[in-house]
């Protein structure tokens, strides 16, 4: 049936000029129309340059729609307004990192889910299936990359003045836990947080990567915005457990990127259930909680992720259990999930 929702999803296959994001997931699809196989659409966008190429991928993409007869693409450039790609003025700073493929953000509405122990692990396994990938922990106050990737010495300085981040296990990292001495506490209000991470963005040598995971700090607080407004994400990717008062707040995080159009490429389930020595199922925190969530919010289930002992032992050891033991059942889920994301971002959905 020709309907808007079918003329969005040809549109998502239209990408952006020099990005990996469609249109669509953009927001700048502003009007749609459908009447008797007449198509009708209104493109907002800021760069001049790219209007004629992008009004051609879109009549390619709705002509090769059963049922449409005829396609009108209207652009429009409003003047001194933002790009339509954030819809506010605030993400004119955007600006992609020269050398980076992908840049994902791994999030939770809540902290103590496993997030940083799933961006670590999720960091090893791309690299196992030969991704070059780099590492930022954006959480300020509490930074636990370096402990968990077995790393703490000061990134050094390049010819350019730049930061030189420090690398193990093959991935190159960057974390405020680099600069501090031992458990010195950030005590820092919000504008400094905002230009430390739009530091650790565009003054480190981050060189080519093909991802670039972003570890960000429970909620949807200043580091969030602030990394959303700095540079273009291609896509979110949220952590929880099994319980509702995880997936309570999860919504929440769903929500924001949701509201600053960044496409969510998947849901982890953390801590999904225990197996006994005996070989018995123990569900600690209940379980199926995240695909359900998945399901009802319309977004890709990328897995469940067990508690063992060994992944716990690996975050704590500075060696990652997808480092360690790859071929063990610990570090199965992670190489899946690896790989299921690897196929979400070469297809956007």
């Not at 905002?194 to 607080?221: C, M, R």
Request: charged share 20%; with cysteine; proline share 7%.
């Amino acid at each position: 049936m020709l309907n808007e929702q079918t003329i969005k999803s040809a549109l998502q296959t239209v990408k952006y000029p020099g990005y990996s994001r469609d249109i669509v997931s953009f927001g700048l699809v502003k009007q749609i129309s459908v009447a008797n196989g007449a198509v009708s659409l209104q493109i907002e966008i800021t760069n001049p340059e790219v209007a004629p190429g992008l009004k051609s991928e879109c009549e390619r993409a709705l002509k090769s729609v059963p049922g449409v007869n005829s396609v009108f693409v209207e652009i429009k450039m409003p003047g001194g307004a933002a790009p339509a790609a954030a819809g506010s003025s605030a993400w004119a700073q955007q600006s992609r990192i020269p050398g980076i493929k992908r840049i994902v953000a791994i999030a939770s509405g809540k902290g103590g889910v496993g997030k940083s122990t799933a961006s670590v692990n999720l960091a090893c396994a791309l690299r196992h299936i030969g991704a070059e990938v780099g590492l930022l922990d954006c959480d300020i106050y509490g930074p636990s990359i370096p402990l968990m990737m077995g790393i703490k010495q000061r990134p050094t300085i390049s010819p350019s003045e730049k930061l030189v981040p420090p690398s193990n296990h093959g991935i190159r990292l960057m974390s405020m836990g680099f600069l501090l001495d031992g458990d010195t506490p950030v005590i820092w209000r919000g504008p400094m947080i905002v230009k430390t991470i739009q530091q650790f963005i565009h003054a480190v040598e981050w060189g080519d990567l093909d991802y670039l995971l972003v570890d960000l700090p429970p909620g949807t607080g200043d580091a969030q915005l602030t990394l959303c407004q700095t540079v273009p994400l291609d896509g979110g990717v949220i952590v929880t457990t099994p319980q509702e008062a995880s997936l309570g707040v999860v919504r929440k995080g769903i929500a924001m990127f949701e509201k600053v159009n960044v496409p969510i490429l998947g849901l982890i389930e953390n801590m999904s259930f225990f197996t006994t020595p005996q070989g018995d199922r123990v569900e600690i925190f209940g379980h199926g909680g995240g695909k359900a969530e998945a399901q009802r919010q319309k977004i890709p289930f990328l897995g469940e992720v067990p508690i063992f002992t060994e992944i716990r032992e690996g975050g704590d050891n500075g060696l990652p259990v997808v480092v360690s033991a790859p071929e063990s059942g610990a570090a199965k889920p992670f190489l899946q999930m690896a790989e299921a994301l690897r196929q979400g971002c070469v297809t956007g959905k």
